[in-house]
Nanobody
Framework: QAQVVESGGGLVQAGGSLRLSCAAS????????MGWYRQAPAAQRELVAY???????KYADSVKGRFTISRDNAKKTVILQMNSLKPEDTGVYYC?????????WGQGTQVTVSS
């Protein structure tokens, strides 16, 4: 069964950086548009950024200029570089295809930004 595994979360002070990694398993990964999502406490899951198989990217307004999504098709990984972190970036971060596939969610990785 295809799956993703997220890693790289942690506790960081406001203004700091974290680098999240997603290891994917689909054989056609290079064709998949992949996204990073996050879910803050008591909030709905939201899209943070996505990247197409060809490398085109799109970001939520709240993270533009601070976050960068990238991918390595040979390694089947998707990276989310997060800089200038803010307390409102706190949440569980997930990767999935975009649009999200219901059966392709991983466990997520917790990001906590202290003020």
């Amino acid at each position: 069964q295809a799956q993703v595994v997220e890693s790289g979360g942690g506790l960081v002070q406001a203004g700091g950086s974290l680098r999240l990694s997603c290891a994917a398993s689909r054989a056609v990964f290079r064709l998949d548009t992949m996204g990073w999502y996050r879910q803050a406490p008591a909030a709905q899951r939201e899209l943070v950024a996505y990247i197409t198989g060809g490398g085109s990217t799109k970001y939520a307004d709240s993270v533009k200029g601070r976050f960068t999504i990238s991918r390595d098709n040979a390694k089947k990984t998707v990276i989310l570089q997060m800089n200038s972190l803010k307390p409102e970036d706190t949440g569980v971060y997930y990767c999935n295809m975009y649009p999200a596939a219901p059966d392709y969610w991983g466990q997520g990785t917790q990001v906590t930004v202290s003020s």
